[in-house]
């Protein structure tokens, strides 16, 4: 779920930072950089975990700015087809569910992904959402969103970002998780 990344960048570092340690600075301007954005094929960055050298420190002409070659490693999150992860509901609709880490939003399960036999049925408390059934032995357990759910990941994407968006579409997800419920132990933590 958490991998460690070694990365390289050049780094320019504003004039107002040079009177901060050098490490100091630069892990700052780092984690401005990256911490909270995905990275293609990488993943979602959660922190600077360390900073392996700094090279160069050179001031172009005309930039007040110096300029250094960094090596460090970022904690990403970016979990593996196949693992388990416990998740809350988001939201759920009739195109399936949505879930959250806290930390990350774009986790989908899809109608096809859900446990087998499922059906909707209308939410009386809200009125754009739906509430998930799963029919097992003649019994009907509900997908409320009031329990933590463990879903398996079967996909992780890295959508292109589009050039022109619909005003009244959702926002752009660099990282889209795709998970499935349709197996033993999946689904609310109650069901188990």
């Not at 050098?22 to 959660?46: H, P, T, W, Y």
């Not at 949505?98 to 992904?113: A, E, K, N, S, W």
């Not at 022109?164 to 752009?172: D, T, Y």
Request: glycine content about 8%.
């Amino acid at each position: 779920m958490f991998y460690l990344s070694l990365i390289e960048h050049t780094l320019r570092l504003p004039p107002q930072l040079l009177g901060l340690p050098l490490n100091e600075a630069i892990k700052g301007e780092l984690e401005s950089l990256f911490v909270d954005k995905v990275i293609a094929n990488l993943g979602l960055c959660v922190s600077v975990y360390d900073i392996r050298s700094i090279d160069g420190g050179f001031v172009f002409p005309g930039d007040g700015a110096s300029t250094y070659t960094v090596e460090f490693r970022l904690v990403m999150f970016r979990p593996f087809v196949g693992e388990i992860i416990t998740a809350k509901l988001k939201e759920s609709d009739s195109n399936g569910l949505r879930l959250t880490l806290g930390f990350f939003d774009d986790i989908y399960i899809p109608v096809h992904l859900m446990p087998n036999p499922s059906h909707s049925e209308p939410d009386p408390e809200n009125k754009n959402q739906v509430i998930w059934m799963w029919d097992y032995q003649e019994q009907k357990f509900p997908i409320d969103g009031i329990d933590e759910m463990r879903f398996q990941v079967q996909s992780v994407t890295y959508p292109p970002i589009p050039v022109e968006q619909p005003k009244e579409s959702k926002p752009f997800a660099p990282m889209v998780i795709m998970g499935s419920l349709d197996y033993d132990g999946l689904g609310p933590v109650s069901w188990w």
